[in-house]
C-alpha cells in the first residue's frame, strides 16, 4: 500500500461497515431513512453541514455542499453522486439467519462454514468456488451492500472529509482549489428512481441560489468484470438507458373442453416472450468514438420481468386476458424504432399461435378426435397511441363532447386504489380503454411502462478530460469504455438532446399523470423532462470493484476499491478545480 493512498483504506473500510450495518431495504421508509440520517451524522463529524432533502413519500436524499473560500472561487461544482439503499436479504436465510448480510464479519464465517459443508471445493459452482477463494483471501468485504452501494457511499464521504481537512495552515483543503463539491446521496435507486428525480428540483435551485455551474457528476457505483477476464477495472463515461416494453394481450375465452373454440391469451403471451427474451437481434448496438477512437459496444438481450393471465381465481375457462412487460436496455435505440420492434414480435406472435391452433387441430382430426374447428381470425396490433384515440373517439360519441382527459385522470385514481405498482397501474388503464374501443381478441396492444431510463451517450468534456489525464498517471489495468452497463440514476443527470421523446410519451400511459403527492406515480411528465435538461451535467462513474451485487456472495475488493478509487476520484477533482484549466 503506497503512503499516498493508505490514508484512505481505514476510514473507506470503517465508513463502509458502518453502512452495511443498516438495513436500508428499497422500498422501506424508515429503513433507508435511517441510512440517510447516519450518512448525515457521519458528515457532521468533519464540520460538513448536510441537509435533506424530502422525495415527497416521506423519505428523505442526503446533499452536502462544501464550498471552497479561494477568492477566484468562479462557481464551479463537481457532484458526488450515489445511493444507499439495497435490495432484499431474502437469500441470506438459507444461513439461518438473514440479518446477517449486515455483519459482514459474521457473515464471511457463516459463509465459509456452509461452503465447507457443500463437500469438495472442486465440486462447487464457479461463482461458490470464486467467494470461496475470496472468502480466502482477506481482501474482500461480503455483505448486502458491500459493493452496491454502500461502499461507493463511504468513499464518498471520506473524500468530502479530505477536502473539508483543515491544513497546517489554517485553511482547508477546498479553500486551495476554484470550486467547490456537492454531495448528494439518494434513496429508492433500486425501485423507481424516486429520489433523485425529487432531487432534480433542489439541485437547480442550489445551483442558482449559490451561483454554481455543475461542471459534472462522479457516480461511485459498483463496477464488475465484463467477461471471463476477471482483473480488468473500468470507469465508464456514458450511461445504459431502459425502455420497459408493455405487452397487455386478448385472447378469446373458451371452456377447456373446447379449447379450440378460442385463443388462450396466455398462449399468445408465451409466444412473446420466447421470442424477445435473450434474443441478441433485439441487443442495441452503439458505434461512436471514445478518445478519438473508434468504438462498438452492445447492450445485453432484454429479458421478460412479468408475464403472467389476468384471471383473478380459477376456473375451468381459457385466459382471456394476459400482461407482459420487458426489460430492454439501450444504447442508440429510439422510443419509435423499439415500438417498430414491439408491433413486429406481437404480429408474429399472434401468427404462430395461429399456425399452432391449426396445425394442432388437424393432427387432432388424424387421431380420431372430434372438435369444431378453430373459428377465422386476424390478427390486430395497436399502439397506445392509436388505441387512445379510438377510445376518445367512442367517449365524445357517447359524451357530447366531455372531456376525455378528466376520465382518464378519474380512472387512474379509481385503480390506484387497488394497485400500488405503476406497471399494473398501467395495464389496467390499457385494458379499460381496450373496452371502451370495443376492442376484441386476439389482439395486442403494445405500451411502455414506467420506469424509463434514457442512456446518456459518452463524451468528451472537461470531465472526462480529467479522467484521462489520472489514468494516464496510473499503471494499473483500467479501461476507459462508454456506457456504465448497469441501470443508474446518472440517467436523470443529462439529457441527450437527440432522443425523440414524442413516440414514448405518446405511449406511456401514465406520461403527465404524475402525482408529486402520491409515491406510485414516478412516471416521467414534462416538468421533470425539463429538469433533466435544465441540469444537463456530464457524467462518469468511478466506483468500487465487487462481485455477484444482489447475490448471497455480494462482495467488494477492499485493496482496489478502498484504495485505488478514492484516490482517482480525488485526483479528477483536483484536476477540473485546479487554478489551471483543462
Not at 441560489?209 to 455543475?214: D, I, K, T
Not at 424477445?276 to 462498438?296: H, Q, Y
Not at 387421431?367 to 374447428?373: D, E, K
Not at 441527450?496 to 411528465?525: C, G, T, V
Amino acid at each position: 500500500m503506497s503512503q499516498e493512498s493508505s490514508r484512505w483504506f481505514n476510514d473507506v473500510r470503517q465508513l463502509t461497515e458502518a453502512l452495511v450495518a443498516i438495513p436500508s431495504v428499497s422500498p422501506d421508509v424508515k429503513a433507508e431513512n435511517c441510512c440517510a440520517e447516519e450518512i448525515g451524522a457521519l458528515l457532521r463529524r468533519d464540520s460538513l453541514d448536510p441537509v435533506f432533502w424530502e422525495v415527497g413519500d416521506g423519505r428523505r436524499s442526503v446533499a452536502c455542499l462544501l464550498k471552497s473560500r479561494h477568492p477566484q472561487n468562479d462557481g464551479r461544482t463537481v457532484v458526488l453522486a450515489s445511493h444507499f439503499d439495497t435490495v432484499g436479504v431474502e437469500d441470506f436465510a438459507r444461513l439461518g439467519d438473514a440479518s446477517l448480510a449486515f455483519r459482514p464479519g459474521e457473515l464471511a464465517h457463516a459463509l465459509k462454514e456452509m461452503l465447507e459443508r457443500e463437500g469438495r471445493i472442486e465440486a462447487l459452482s464457479r461463482s461458490e468456488r470464486a467467494a470461496w477463494q475470496a472468502l480466502g483471501s482477506g481482501e474482500w468485504m461480503f455483505g448486502r451492500g458491500s459493493v452496491d452501494m454502500k461502499s461507493g457511499v463511504a468513499i464518498q464521504i471520506a473524500i468530502m472529509r479530505e477536502f473539508a481537512r483543515v491544513q497546517e495552515n489554517g485553511r482547508r483543503l477546498i479553500d486551495g482549489l476554484r470550486g467547490n463539491l456537492l454531495f448528494l446521496s439518494c434513496p429508492d435507486e433500486e425501485t423507481e428512481s424516486a429520489g433523485i428525480l425529487s432531487a432534480l428540483p433542489e439541485a437547480l435551485k442550489l445551483r442558482d441560489h449559490e451561483g454554481l455551474s455543475y461542471l459534472g457528476a462522479i457516480n461511485a457505483d459498483y463496477v464488475a468484470p465484463r467477461d471471463v477476464d476477471e482483473d480488468t477495472r473500468f470507469i465508464y463515461s456514458g450511461v445504459i438507458g431502459k425502455l420497459l416494453p408493455a405487452f397487455y394481450i386478448l385472447g378469446r375465452r373458451t371452456h377447456v373442453g373446447e379449447v379450440f373454440r378460442g385463443v388462450d391469451a396466455a398462449h399468445i403471451a408465451a409466444e412473446l416472450v420466447s421470442r424477445i427474451n435473450l434474443n441478441p437481434d433485439w441487443s442495441d448496438v452503439w458505434r461512436g468514438t471514445l478518445g478519438g477512437e473508434e468504438a462498438v459496444e452492445v447492450a445485453p438481450p432484454p429479458i421478460a420481468l412479468q408475464m403472467r393471465d389476468r384471471k383473478l381465481f380459477y376456473n375451468v375457462e381459457t385466459a382471456g386476458e394476459a400482461f407482459v412487460y420487458v426489460n430492454w436496455l439501450t444504447l442508440a435505440l429510439t422510443p419509435e424504432q423499439a415500438l417498430g420492434k414491439m408491433k413486429e414480435v406481437s404480429r408474429a406472435s399472434l401468427d404462430a399461435v395461429r399456425a399452432r391452433q391449426t396445425s394442432s387441430f388437424e393432427r387432432f382430426l388424424s387421431q380420431g378426435g372430434q372438435a369444431q374447428p378453430p373459428s377465422d381470425w386476424n390478427s390486430i396490433v395497436l399502439d397506445y397511441a392509436v388505441l387512445l384515440d379510438k377510445a376518445r373517439m367512442r367517449w365524445e360519441a357517447k359524451n357530447n363532447g366531455e372531456d376525455f382527459s378528466a376520465w382518464i385522470k378519474a380512472t387512474a385514481q379509481k385503480h390506484s386504489a387497488l394497485t400500488k405498482d405503476g406497471r399494473e397501474l398501467s395495464c389496467m388503464l390499457v385494458a379499460e380503454l381496450a373496452k371502451l374501443a370495443q376492442i376484441g381478441g386476439p389482439a395486442v396492444i403494445v405500451f411502455f411502462a414506467p420506469p424509463y431510463y434514457p442512456p446518456v451517450q459518452p463524451q468528451e468534456d472537461d470531465l472526462t478530460k480529467a479522467v484521462r489525464s489520472v489514468l494516464w498517471k496510473t499503471d494499473e489495468e483500467i479501461r476507459f469504455r462508454g456506457f456504465y452497463p448497469y441501470i443508474s440514476d446518472l440517467s436523470y443527470a443529462h439529457w441527450d438532446e437527440d432522443i425523440e421523446i414524442a413516440p414514448f410519451k405518446e405511449n406511456l400511459p401514465l406520461f403527465e399523470l404524475r402525482d408529486a403527492q402520491d409515491a406510485l406515480f414516478y412516471a416521467l411528465d414534462e416538468a421533470k423532462i425539463d429538469e433533466i435538461r435544465a441540469l444537463h451535467c456530464p457524467v462518469v462513474n468511478i466506483g468500487p470493484f465487487g462481485s455477484d451485487a444482489h447475490g448471497l456472495y455480494e462482495r467488494v475488493c477492499m485493496p482496489y476499491s478502498f484504495e485505488r478509487v478514492p484516490q482517482m476520484i480525488f485526483d479528477v477533482i483536483t484536476t477540473l478545480l485546479r487554478e489551471e484549466r483543462l
